[in-house]
């Protein structure tokens, strides 16, 4: 499978910069395809950024209700992929 169907983009927000800046943690949150193992993104990271990856940690995050009309609704689930780098190693996307 493509690398690039597996990491479908990185999280940008506030806590994600945080923990990617912070050198005792150099963890980056990825939204992933929500059937990619541990071992898929790993690969996929290391061949898309060039880096090398030391952990993975995954969440399968719940769908937020939304209003739809007059009833409501749930958006969809999706996967999150928290990857800590090698100290030497950074992404410069965020």
Same mark, same amino acid.
């Given at each position: @499978?493509? #690398?690039?169907? +597996? *990491? +479908?983009?990185?999280? *940008? /927000?506030?806590?994600? $910069? =945080?923990?990617?800046?912070? #050198?005792? !943690? %150099?963890?980056?949150?990825?939204? &992933?395809?929500? $059937?990619?193992?541990? *071992?898929? +993104?790993?690969? =996929?990271?290391?061949? +898309?950024?060039?880096? %090398? *990856?030391?952990?993975? !940690?995954?969440? $399968? @995050?719940?769908?937020? #209700? %939304? %209003?739809?009309? !007059?009833? @409501? $609704?749930? /958006? ?6 928290? &990857? ?11």
């Amino acid at each position: @499978m493509d #690398p690039r169907e +597996i *990491v +479908i983009r990185p999280l *940008v /927000t506030e806590k994600g $910069t =945080a923990t990617s800046s912070d #050198p005792a !943690r %150099r963890a980056y949150p990825f939204e &992933v395809q929500a $059937t990619a193992n541990k *071992v898929q +993104i790993r690969k =996929a990271v290391e061949q +898309i950024y060039k880096v %090398r *990856v030391l952990a993975v !940690r995954t969440a $399968t @995050m719940a769908g937020k #209700p %939304r %209003r739809a009309g !007059r009833g @409501m $609704t749930t /958006t969809s689930e999706w996967k999150k992929a928290v &990857v800590k780098l090698h100290p030497d190693d950074h992404i410069d996307v965020f």
